[in-house]
């Protein structure tokens, strides 16, 4: 098959290499000129699991190449990926303005075009199919000339690949059944459970899949502030509770929230849509909520330790939103270094692979120097190298001897032994 990917975003981009590991020619088009000469040049410009070597190999075989000419390969393409970002407006409401440029292109292309599949990945609110399809009804595009199917996406940063590979399920979204075998045979028939719907369902189910996940964190971080009011532990609580398979073990770690790219503009755009309906979505609402104020309890926690923060000098292990990526959209270790600025804390941060940093703070770039001469350290995101740090080389390098697990990953009684004050919220 030959397919435009349009936009190389974490979504696009691995998409694009997966489906011509599966022997499709694939051509990935983006406007940023850098990424596209950095990409057709064999540099990944994401930390991702496996896809530096995957996108070598298929650049090597020539069925994979990189473009800023979306003209073109619009053309010449069958099936045309739309794999834009469709970001926050900033009131919660999707922001589709990525999306309609590509309808543009698309509107632009000549009537006696060949017929073309026009498949939505990137996440959209339920009836967007309908408006990109009514949109080139409307521009004189011929009916029996293009479908447009919804096919979202669910894999995660950090296992992009292994997910595309291994999907648990793939959703698509359509009109005709045909339309379901053609995605087959884009997938190269990967064994998985298929589900065939209406365009709208498709929609919502990238949705409820990404609120469910989130409703979940909330829950048990609700349930870890139950657990520090009692002095009892939530990450015994989780790992009992999750033995029900009714519940199961996954996204059940309590700690500072969750963040990036996906979840937390997901859950505002899907109570953006039930607003719009005339549903008040209180379970939405308090998940929020409840996500948002995380970052509260552990500078509740520290001012209880150590009276004011003013001056503190704070060393924070983690910036990614989440371990094994760069990503640090959304992350609420962001959110942690804002709220001890604005106390008058002196913040130092590290992180293995995080392509961004919050403004005035110090960055170091290796995790023994940066705990140098400080009074706390406090792990914010859950990465390996945290999980099985030195402590006692920790403790000869820090001033001060507290230490606060954000992310309840440490084993308590290891960092304990160290000679460090081991703190965390909800494990008693
Ligand atoms: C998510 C969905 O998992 C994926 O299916 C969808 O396609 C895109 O959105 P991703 O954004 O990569 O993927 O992150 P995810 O692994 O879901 O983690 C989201 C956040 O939740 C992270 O900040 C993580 O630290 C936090 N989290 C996760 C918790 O706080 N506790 C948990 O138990 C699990």
């Avoid at 069958?78 to 990525?98: C, F, H, K, M």
């Avoid at 929609?203 to 409703?215: C, P, Q, V």
């Avoid at 600025?341 to 940093?357: H, L, M, N």
């Avoid at 705990?371 to 406090?378: E, R």
Wanted: net charge negative; glycine share 8%; with cysteine.
């Amino acid at each position: 098959m030959n397919i435009c990917v349009v936009g190389c975003g974490y979504v696009g981009l691995t998409t694009g290499t997966v489906l011509s590991h599966f022997g499709h020619k694939v051509t990935c088009i983006d406007i940023d000129e850098g990424k596209v000469d950095s990409l057709n040049s064999g540099k990944c410009i994401i930390h991702e699991d496996g896809l530096e070597p995957m996108l070598q190999k298929q650049l090597e075989c020539e069925t994979l190449k990189f473009s800023t000419d979306i003209h073109t390969h619009m053309r010449k393409n069958e099936i045309i990926i739309i794999a834009v970002g469709t970001p926050s407006n900033g009131t919660g409401q999707t922001d589709l303005t990525y999306i309609d440029q590509v309808i543009e292109y698309i509107e632009s292309l000549k009537a006696d075009q060949h017929f073309q599949t026009i498949v939505i990945k990137s996440t959209v609110p339920p009836g967007t199919n309908d408006y990109v399809r009514n949109r080139l009804l409307q521009s004189g595009r011929d009916k029996d000339s293009f479908s447009v199917i919804s096919n979202p996406e669910f894999l995660r940063e950090g296992t992009a690949v292994y997910d595309l590979l291994h999907p648990d399920k793939i959703v698509v979204g359509g009109r005709d059944p045909l339309e379901l075998e053609l995605i087959r045979k884009m997938y190269g028939y990967l064994p998985s459970k298929y589900f065939f719907t209406s365009p709208i369902t498709a929609e919502i189910t990238k949705y409820a899949s990404n609120a469910f996940l989130a409703t979940k964190i909330s829950f048990i971080n609700e349930i870890q502030r139950i657990c520090e009011a009692y002095k009892g532990d939530v990450s015994v609580v989780a790992e009992a509770i999750g033995c029900d398979p009714r519940i199961g073990p996954d996204f059940l770690k309590a700690g500072l929230g969750y963040g990036g790219y996906c979840l937390p503009k997901d859950i505002q755009s899907l109570t953006h849509s039930a607003i719009d309906k005339g549903i008040v979505p209180s379970l939405l609402h308090a998940v929020e909520r409840v996500n948002h104020s995380q970052v509260d309890l552990y500078i509740d926690l520290l001012e209880k330790e150590m009276g004011t923060l003013k001056d503190r000098d704070i060393t924070v292990w983690g910036l990614a939103f989440k371990p094994n990526t760069d990503d640090t959209r959304d992350s609420p270790s962001f959110r942690l270094i804002d709220g001890l600025v604005d106390k008058g804390s002196e913040i130092t941060a590290y992180d293995p692979a995080a392509s961004g940093t919050p403004k005035a703070i110090n960055v170091s770039k290796d995790q023994y120097e940066s705990v140098k001469g400080s009074d706390v350290l406090i792990i914010a995101t859950d990465w390996k190298p945290f999980i099985e740090a030195d402590w006692k080389r920790v403790k000869a390098l820090m001033k001060g001897s507290i230490i606060i697990d954000a992310r309840n990953c440490l084993n308590a009684s290891i960092v304990r032994q160290a000679g460090l004050k081991y703190l965390a919220v909800g494990r008693h």
